[in-house]
């Protein structure tokens, strides 16, 4: 199989410096998909060279606004152009459905698109009032400069997408690095923008691994700020790493996500389903392998059993298989080592005591589902406290959990009972009590009688050790800007404060 030159530096797409290469591998049956070059140091530091030349001297930082904005809005339209190959190409590096690809490309064009309309539709300038006519006093924003923007390997063109997007409207330019185990679409991607017309330098891509490659973007001196979404413990380094150069550091880093499931909302035969198939939605869309997925269920204990006893079944009629497949509605996981975690979590949840209800094994083999692939069956857990490993770790499978309330205090303690802050949901028949039971939960996004929808107006990351910033709305693209302000003296005079 070809290599692909996938290191895009200065407008050129070249091999490694040293002339190493990655394989890529299909999680459905853990054959080959391609050969990606594997960066090193040497190629962070050439790529960080090129957009720091084309920050400091080239044209893009200061071209008009309305002109970066349209140039996002062709990006957009490139996507669209090419949805069905990019879609098949992120479900075969991922190992998700297709039709999760397809809704991947469709939400990665429409930030595109919000970015592009919000930074051309603000004013220039914010006038401050400094109490006098003689002083004009404006508040600018102006890029931050060089953006090491970091991608994790569930979501690496949506991920990498919320990042670039208002990069680039800000006027940023950047180098970005995907998962080494994912970087198929995010080479789609960078072709994409050059076609649209962005000037080489800009966009600089290097593939590998974490360290060295993400470890250098993360310290390197030229580089102003870096984004980083991936697990915990290399966010922490990442921002140990970032800190002896100041500069500015954006860290989504998971969840331990709760969905809260009150009695009243499983009242009628119509509720009862909603929140068992959100609840079903809420684990396992992609395997589990989602920063805000709702691996926590929290359901109070009359409505428990039944609740539990019908989403165990539900779980176990998931079809798995390639995301290619017609009919499939789960994939693999995306390695062997994920499934390895995977099975870890659940032998020590079973051993501290936890009940299995549905899954808990690898699948048999069958239609669309190779033996070499790396499948998990979607598992359920009853009988779960906070003493448990499977309750307090992110657990990034297919596996949920069950705790159980009586009271509504004890459901907010419970949801809030965790070092994570990312996202949680709450289903009620009480309206009252919904919005009350939000309003308490600390974390960053909050679902009512629902789970998984974003929005790219709305912004998106969370509490304690969820991270810190966010991406989306306003304030994503704030992260990537610099705010100045322009005291100016319209009748200058001598001040006279020194008698001589």
Known sequence: MPVIDSLLIDGTWRPA????????????DATVLATVAEADAADADAAVAAARR???HGPWPGTPVADRCALLRRVAGLLQRDREEIALAESRDTGKTLAEGRVDVDDVTAAFRYFAALADSEPAGRVVDAGSADVHSVVVHEPVGVCALIAPWNYPLLQVSWKIAPALAAGNTFVAKPSELTPLTTVLLMRLLAEAGLPDGVANLVTGAGDPVGARLAAHADVDLVSFTGGLASGTTVAA???????????????????VVFADACATDEGFDASVDQALNAAFVHSG???????RLIVEESVRERFVTELAARAARIRLGRGTADGVECGPLVSAAQLAKTEAHVAAALAEGAVLRSGGARPAPGPNRLAGGFFYSPTVLDGCDRTMGVIREELFGPIVTVETFRTEDEAVALAN????????AVFSADTARARRVAARLRHGTVW????HPYLPQAEWGGFGRSG????????????YRESKHVYENLRPAPVRWFAG
């Open 241 to 259: 790493l970032a800190a002896p150069t100041v500069k500015k550091v954006a860290l989504e880093l998971g969840g331990k996500n709760p969905n």
């Open 289 to 295: 392998q989602v920063c805000s997925a709702g691996s």
């Open 17 to 28: 410096s040293a002339g190493a290469t990655r394989d890529v591998v299909d999680p459905a």
């Open 54 to 56: 084309a920050f400091d």
């Open 448 to 451: 009512i009688n629902d789970y």
């Open 417 to 424: 009972d965790t070092r994570y802050g990312l996202a949680g």
């Open 468 to 479: 810190t910033g966010r991406e989306l709305g306003p304030a994503g693209l704030a992260e």
